[in-house]
């Protein structure tokens, strides 16, 4: 438990933080799930709509932190290659 005023008022701002991270990491599996379900119908241009607005999302939350550069990376660029594979 805090005992110092400093350290209740930084339990507080770290809720608050949380509850606005977890917001936005909910926000962005939701996106990245609806570009999973396209390609799992086989629908390669509803993916590939889902896969613009989904690469915006994923770079906004890394400007705001709540995933790395380079895990970003990697989750867009699979995703791209599967959409390219049911595109051909």
């Given amino acids: 438990m805090a005992n110092t005023s400093s350290a209740k008022k930084m339990v507080r701002k770290i809720e608050r933080r949380t509850a606005v991270n977890k917001s936005r990491r909910s926000r962005v599996r939701?996106?990245?799930?609806?570009?999973?379900?396209?390609i799992a119908n086989g629908d390669a241009a509803a993916a590939s709509s889902a896969f613009a607005e989904a690469t915006s999302e994923v770079q906004r939350a890394v400007s705001?932190?709540?995933?790395?550069?380079?895990?970003?990376?990697?989750?867009?660029s699979r995703l791209s290659g599967r959409i390219k594979a049911i595109a051909a």
């Fill in 30 to 38: 939701t996106f990245l799930r609806r570009v999973e379900e396209a």
């Fill in 64 to 76: 705001h932190g709540i995933i790395h550069k380079n895990t970003a990376s990697r989750k867009l």
